[in-house]
């Protein structure tokens, strides 16, 4: 609860803006030492203390001693285009909560999070085929198979201990990625079309593998203009190991082919590997299969979704995560929490609990 606190407060100070310097004179403390101790947990915060934070800050107790939010410890970036800043911070906080919410309840039932965290050794100066030969690598190692977008959630919360997520953000939001001590945690939006998930799944994924080498920005912004090199280099391992050149193979030689037959093969291809045409495209040109003149002759409107007037309309996949439902489910079973504070907490009506606990196949809890 020490290191809690201490994450709090200096959360705060960063977001007023403030110094180091100034928030010590506000607490009247005689050098600015304590208050690095205070922050960084090695220094007990006192019960005065906690009240003069408290009355400085103007937020509510609970704000410094809740288990259930993530303020001062997750660090995110978000895939998002447009969103007020606010906005995104208000759900920020409440996608904390969810997150703190597996991590308190995993902790109650005994689960482990992973001893070892998986790391990818590209940097900023890495080039793209450098992370196109890491996305390809990663698809062959970890057995993807002939459609690895199908089994690459599975993938990452089986063997890298990820938490991976669906969710219904307000709008803008596509993903995210959130790194805690001892948790690595991937959000992604469950509304948009399959070929976008799936592609901000990878994308996210080389974040969580790259974080500490090269950080993302809090909040990434998807228009192509306004990327950073970080971002290309993401989006280059994802479109590898989405796509990956042995995947390719099986589709035979591109060289002979425009026009409606062209386009037509993009989008019957990109509609069997769970991708959007558009980045089949993309991905195909970067390989050299598709030649200037070809890729200069596709019309974007051609390929909008993958050759359909309208998107295909499919059910979304359930919310959450089957890892995420069952320690929620365990925890109700083991008196951990109650129904009614789990429900706040995810923002899911009561009476919706057991439909959300039949979608992932997890034994609905005693207390339903």
Known sequence: MTTTIGARIRALREQRKLS????????????????????????????????????????????????????????????????????????????????AAFRVLGRQVGHQPPLIRPTLSLTKQSNYAEAVAAGERFAAEFGLGDVPAHRLAEIMADRLGMLVLMVDPIEGVSGAACQLPELDVVLINRNEIAGR??????????????????????????RPTKRNRVEHLADNFASALLMPSAVLDRFGDWAQLADEALVDRLNVVADELLVTSQALRWRLFGMGRLDRTQNDAISDDS??????IKPEKQMPPAL???????????????????????????????????????????EAPYEL
């Open 20 to 99: 180091q310097e100034a928030l010590t004179e506000q607490f009247g403390f005689n050098d600015r030492q304590t208050l690095s101790a205070i922050e960084t947990g090695e220094r007990k915060v006192s019960a005065d203390e906690l009240l003069r934070a408290v009355r400085i800050f103007g937020v509510s107790l609970d704000y410094f001693t809740d288990p259930f939010m993530l303020a001062g410890e997750g660090r995110f970036s978000w895939r998002q285009t447009g969103v007020d800043s606010d906005r995104l911070r208000g759900y920020e906080e409440a996608a904390g909560r969810f997150i």
């Open 303 to 308: 390929l909008r979704n993958n050759g359909r």
């Open 320 to 362: 959450f995560s089957k890892p995420f439902v069952q320690i929620v489910a365990t925890a109700l079973d083991e008196g951990k929490t109650s129904m009614r504070r789990v429900a706040s907490i995810v923002n899911v009506a009561i009476d919706d609990f057991a439909a959300l606990f039949a979608a992932h196949g997890v």
């Open 197 to 222: 998930r799936h592609f901000d799944l990878a994308h996210e994924l080389f974040h969580i593998l790259t974080w500490e080498k090269m950080p993302p920005e809090h909040i990434e912004e998807t």
